[in-house]
């Protein structure tokens, strides 16, 4: 089973890489896609340009297997919809189970997201749960997750993808945005995100102003 974690990564840190390794451990996955949000739908256009992210997305993937710095949505033109992310993810694995991990806070959106009722026809949802956390949700999605929740992680490899698996993983509350509001005021963001990473910031005069 292949595990896709997708974000803007603006800019990779500690906290993105953490889960994917936490997830990629606790599920036995055999990889897990950093599917790089090129242009997302959703939100502000990230601060620095979709080349400068990847970059540093490859720099703090760089020597760990578990994890792939996957550039497809910059590839594709459009709005980086993750349905299309996942179509395009399921004409290469084929049956082979795929698991999106997302938070709890983007599981509670997903009726916002372009065509969300056709993410599980693609892929398992793994949602990850920080301890001691709880986080109400609409009955739209109270009703989504009745429908389709296990309780085993050994329950979503028997079939490619329709279920959802809420997944406990350790907390590591660490924000890009956080990050990129210390780079501005001057003060150090160093063990919040992997050096060489914050060397590319730095060298490339991002997130300053």
């Known amino acids: 089973m292949i595990g896709i974690l997708g974000g803007t990564f603006d800019p990779i840190h500690h906290g993105h890489l953490r889960v994917a390794l936490e997830i990629h451990a606790a599920l036995g996955l055999d990889k897990v896609h ?3 949000s090129a242009r997302p739908p959703h939100r502000s256009a990230p601060r620095a340009t979709p080349e400068q992210r990847l970059h540093m997305l490859q720099m703090a993937v760089a ?3 578990a994890l792939v710095a996957d550039d497809r949505e910059l590839r594709r033109h459009g709005p980086s919809f993750m349905v299309d992310t996942l179509r395009d993810l399921r004409s290469e694995y084929d049956d082979k189970p795929m698991s999106l991990i997302l938070g709890m ?6 009726p916002h997201w372009h065509q969300w009722e056709q993410l599980i026809e693609l892929t398992h949802l793994v949602v990850v749960q920080r301890p001691d956390t709880t986080t109400p949700m609409n009955a739209t999605m109270r009703q989504f997750l009745n429908q389709y929740q296990v309780n085993l992680p050994e329950q979503i490899f028997q079939q490619a993808a329709g279920t959802i698996l809420m997944q406990p993983v350790p907390s590591l509350t660490i ?3 956080k990050i990129r509001m210390l780079i501005a005021n001057d003060d150090n963001p160093r063990y919040l995100l992997p050096d060489s990473v914050l060397g590319f910031i730095q060298q490339q005069s991002l997130y300053t102003f």
Do not use: I, K, M, N
């Open 175 to 177: 924000s890009a945005t």
């Open 105 to 110: 806070d983007a599981f509670r959106g997903l």
């Open 34 to 36: 950093l599917v790089l």
């Open 63 to 65: 020597g760990e297997s």
